[in-house]
């Protein structure tokens, strides 16, 4: 479970994120859909131990980021928008170089990454140098090593950016394989049909703080709105945004 409490984070004089605040719960899919430069992204890297948070608190299994950072890190698995991989190593050296960094042992190494090349179908270019990978390929490398330690708490930061309808389904399957065997799931999106086709509770984000929460089915019947395209345009045009807040 992971739980976000009025969270801050400033970069000089700009507020990356002034008051977000969400709850994760395990078996679940919760998404984060805002515009670009919502604050999605910066939220994560603080979850992930990354950045430091100017205020609130951050908490994944009870485990508080701030004086607990490793074992936070143990506990979650990252696949970062900016998928960036070595080009002088396979997809089967990335997989067990990040299996090292959680520290893992031979045995389990061994075992993790014949599960995850033949979970993410990478037989095919398990051995291949990454310079000169294909979106997906690069893609499915990320996935094993946010996935490589078997973490309870599962980030996925745009996860389809860039996908082909291929993809994209492959992607989408998995991450529902995930909830389904009672994992936490957060992704974020700025595509709204992803987040209303994939996720258990939705929290649109704007400008650095949560203004609504909840199902879809929910932000719909309580706002009036017959889709959550039209809710979350007027939502986050509006410029008393607190007003409009749903609370779960």
């Known amino acids: 479970m992971i739980i976000v409490k009025e969270l801050q984070k400033n970069f000089g004089k700009i507020d990356a994120v002034k008051n977000l605040s969400f709850r994760a719960e395990d078996g679940k899919i919760t ?9 999605k992204t910066t ?3 603080c979850l992930a131990g990354v950045l430091q948070p100017d205020g609130g608190q951050i908490l994944v299994d009870d485990w508080d980021v ?21 080009p002088r190593l396979t997809a089967r050296e990335h997989i067990r170089y990040f299996a090292r960094l959680y520290g893992l ?11 995850l090349i033949e979970r993410l179908d990478m037989h095919g270019f398990a051995d291949r140098r990454a310079k000169g990978f294909s979106r997906g390929q690069r893609l499915k490398v990320a996935l094993a090593q946010a996935l490589v330690h078997n973490p309870k708490n599962v980030i996925f930061d745009e996860p389809t950016n860039g996908l082909d309808v291929t993809g994209v389904k492959a992607v989408h399957d998995l991450i529902l394989e995930l909830r389904d065997l009672g994992n936490c799931i957060v992704i974020s999106s700025h595509i709204i ?6 996720c258990d509770h939705i929290v649109i984000v704007a400008e650095g703080c949560d203004i609504m ?10 706002s009036g709105h017959s889709s959550l395209e039209s809710l979350f ?14 609370v779960k």
Request: glycine share 10%.
């Open 31 to 39: 998404g984060i859909v805002g515009h670009n430069g919502a604050g």
């Open 43 to 45: 939220t994560f890297r």
């Open 66 to 86: 701030r004086t607990a950072r490793i074992e936070v890190q143990r506990r979650i698995g990252v696949l970062p928008d900016a998928k960036g991989l070595y």
């Open 105 to 115: 042992d031979d045995e389990e190494i061994e075992m993790r990454e014949q599960i």
């Open 193 to 198: 049909s992803e987040i209303s086709k994939l």
């Open 213 to 222: 929460s909840g199902s879809a089915a929910k932000l719909k019947r309580e």
């Open 233 to 246: 345009l007027e939502v986050t045009a509006f410029p008393q945004r607190d007003a409009l807040k749903v």
